[in-house]
């Protein structure tokens, strides 16, 4: 990709911090070039290079995506800056979507919106609100049934496969956006993904990519409650993987297509998916290997949030 394009500088290791709710990271540096992801706000990036005009840097993301994103959706920082934001305590937003206020009132101008698993800096308590600081150093006031305090939400983090089901259940009904990683809109990978993060869980972008970690599980009635199922062609020699949600037990699944939705392998079930259980091909364990495999770790082991 990057051969292709005309006026890009290489640059040694920089550092930034996304700086908007959901950033969207596209395949090349322009507004109508297809999305390929996203990344939410608070999540430290890598940036690998810039467009001629420097409106678009090149980021890498701690899943090690990488992709193009405009300038002010990254707050570029020094070593040292960059550090400190991640050694900073945090507030996590809990909830699916919010706004941060400029004051600790109802009242309050709009300052930014939020979505579950952005992270702002904790800056302490006004009420019933969080003073929380962004990477670029704005001031704005988060309603505490939003989001609670890092230390808080690790305390009562669950990361069992019923946790992951019954916030995968959360999301029944949101919308289906290609590329999308946030309760915005989420294609399949996204949504699994997204699901994940909200337990602080970080596996790779895609389905295909998925499909490559953990333990794959072959017999439909092997599988398990929390479970990715994967579909797509049939082919002895190398079959390719193009869809993906989570196993929920008793014969059904939840993924987005179209929107979040349940389908059932069953074919006596209400719910029967003939399409995607003609079209499925393996299962796959991740939880087990969190922090045991590679490409499979949390914000406490992952490299980009200790640099």
């Given at each position: 990709?990057?051969?292709?394009?005309v006026?890009?500088?290489?640059?040694?290791?920089?550092?930034?911090?996304?700086?908007i709710?959901?950033?969207?990271?596209?395949?090349t540096?322009?507004?109508?070039?297809?999305?390929?992801?996203?990344?939410?706000?608070?999540?430290?990036?890598?940036?690998?290079?810039?467009?001629?005009k420097?409106?678009?840097?090149?980021?890498?993301?701690p899943?090690?995506?990488?992709g193009?994103?405009?300038?002010?959706?990254?707050?570029?920082?020094?070593?040292?800056?960059?550090?400190?934001?991640?050694a900073?305590?945090?507030v996590?937003?809990?909830a699916?979507?919010?706004?941060?206020?400029?004051?600790?009132?109802?009242?309050?101008?709009?300052?930014s919106d939020?979505?579950?698993?952005?992270?702002?800096k904790?800056l302490?308590r006004?009420g019933?609100?969080?003073r929380?600081?962004?990477?670029?150093?704005?001031?704005?006031?988060?309603?505490?049934?939003?989001?609670?305090p890092?230390?808080a939400w690790?305390k009562?983090?669950?990361?069992?496969?019923?946790?992951i089901i019954?916030?995968?259940?959360?999301?029944?009904?949101?919308p289906?956006v290609?590329?999308?990683m946030?309760s915005?809109?989420?294609d399949?990978?996204?949504f699994?993904r997204?699901?994940?993060?909200?337990?602080?869980?970080i596996?790779p972008?895609n389905?295909?990519?998925?499909?490559k970690?953990?333990?794959?599980i072959?017999?439909?009635d092997d599988?398990?409650?929390?479970d990715?199922v994967?579909?797509?062609?049939?082919?002895?020699?190398?079959?390719?993987?193009s869809?993906?949600?989570?196993?929920?037990?008793?014969?059904?699944?939840?993924?987005s297509?179209?929107?979040?939705k349940i389908?059932s392998?069953?074919?006596?079930d209400?719910?029967y998916?003939a399409?995607?259980?003609?079209?499925?091909l393996?299962?796959?364990?991740?939880?087990?290997?969190?922090?045991?495999?590679?490409?499979?770790?949390?914000t406490?082991t992952?490299?980009?949030y200790?640099?």
């Amino acid at each position: 990709m990057c051969a292709l394009l005309v006026g890009v500088a290489a640059l040694a290791q920089e550092y930034g911090v996304v700086n908007i709710s959901v950033c969207n990271v596209r395949l090349t540096p322009d507004y109508d070039a297809v999305m390929d992801s996203q990344a939410l706000l608070g999540t430290p990036v890598h940036i690998l290079q810039r467009s001629e005009k420097n409106d678009w840097p090149e980021i890498q993301s701690p899943d090690d995506y990488t992709g193009w994103v405009h300038k002010d959706a990254i707050t570029p920082l020094s070593y040292e800056a960059y550090h400190a934001w991640n050694a900073a305590p945090k507030v996590i937003v809990t909830a699916h979507m919010g706004v941060i206020l400029d004051r600790p009132s109802s009242r309050g101008a709009t300052v930014s919106d939020v979505v579950g698993g952005d992270r702002l800096k904790d800056l302490g308590r006004a009420g019933r609100y969080y003073r929380v600081g962004f990477p670029d150093g704005r001031i704005g006031y988060l309603h505490r049934s939003l989001g609670k305090p890092e230390a808080a939400w690790r305390k009562e983090l669950r990361s069992e496969p019923s946790d992951i089901i019954a916030t995968a259940l959360t999301m029944n009904g949101f919308p289906y956006v290609w590329a999308g990683m946030s309760s915005h809109g989420m294609d399949c990978s996204g949504f699994v993904r997204t699901v994940l993060f909200m337990h602080d869980i970080i596996i790779p972008r895609n389905a295909s990519q998925q499909a490559k970690v953990g333990e794959r599980i072959y017999g439909l009635d092997d599988l398990q409650p929390g479970d990715l199922v994967f579909f797509g062609r049939k082919d002895a020699a190398a079959p390719k993987v193009s869809h993906v949600g989570f196993y929920i037990g008793e014969g059904r699944f939840i993924h987005s297509l179209g929107l979040v939705k349940i389908g059932s392998f069953l074919p006596e079930d209400p719910l029967y998916d003939a399409y995607n259980t003609g079209r499925y091909l393996f299962g796959g364990r991740v939880l087990p290997f969190i922090d045991r495999q590679d490409g499979l770790n949390t914000t406490l082991t992952n490299p980009y949030y200790l640099e």
